[in-house]
């Protein structure tokens, strides 16, 4: 079974600051995709990471997928309340495989 | 094309009943996903498919749950005998088959079973 594990589940932060979400697994993924999700709405992509050690940035959003594919970090630069939200990692194991969600993190940027 | 489209939004329903939820991915993915989610947790897979074809379907779900893509193209998620439960947010994706399995959600289908 392809277990994925979201840290921290909970993270409430001032306005300004940085923080980093990680995501952590035994298997290795073909690719990882990170997600963002509002109450009462589906998940939004945000980006999706392929290479191993691979580094992708969008604006204040930095995404490292770990160099064996078995793990996956999102960085914030300045967060702002605009970034509330779940954030969930996902992937499969191949390009073909069923793709399977962490359990999240919740994040409450406080203005 | 506007997206995935699910229906309905909301379902309220006794236990017991049976219901119906339908969902439209984007008009040139081949690839769809059937999610339950509950408050605070990730996204539980269901089911998947390739077209027409139900390439798997969670271990975890029971008989209760049967899922088809007939023609391709819109997908029917039905849940018989509803138990409180069942109560969640049901969660359709669709994507390409080619690359990376870059999901495109559905806003869901919310059922309370009362």
């Known amino acids: 079974t392809q277990l994925l594990e979201q840290s921290p589940q909970f993270l409430s932060i001032q306005e300004g600051e940085n923080l980093t979400v990680y995501c952590n697994s035994s298997?290795?993924?073909?690719?990882l995709q990170w997600y963002r999700q509002e109450p009462g709405e589906g998940p939004v992509l945000l980006v999706t990471?392929?290479?191993?050690?691979e580094v992708k940035k969008l604006k204040r959003l930095t995404f490292q997928f770990g160099d064996a594919r078995k793990d996956s970090s999102l960085h914030i630069t300045a967060a702002q309340p605009g970034d509330t939200g779940l954030y969930l990692c996902a992937g499969g194991k191949t390009s073909y495989d069923k793709v399977i969600f962490g359990p999240g993190t919740s994040l409450s940027v406080i203005p | 094309d506007t997206g995935v489209s699910q229906d309905p939004r909301h379902k309220i329903t006794k236990r017991g009943q049976n219901v119906t939820f339908r969902c439209d991915p984007i008009?040139?993915?081949?690839?769809l996903y059937w999610y339950r989610q509950t408050l605070g947790q990730g996204p539980e897979f269901l089911t998947y498919?390739?077209?027409?074809?139900?390439?798997?379907k969670s271990r975890l779900l029971s008989d209760r749950f049967s899922a088809e893509r007939p023609k391709g193209s819109f997908s029917t998620l039905e849940i018989q005998r509803t138990e409180q439960g069942d109560s969640a947010m049901y969660l359709c994706a669709s994507s390409l088959w080619e690359g990376p399995p870059e999901a495109f959600f559905g806003q869901g289908t919310r059922l309370t079973v009362v």
């Open positions: 298997s290795v993924f073909s690719s």
């Open positions: 990471v392929v290479t191993g050690g």
């Open positions: 498919f390739q077209n027409e074809a139900q390439l798997e």
């Open positions: 008009s040139e993915h081949n690839r």
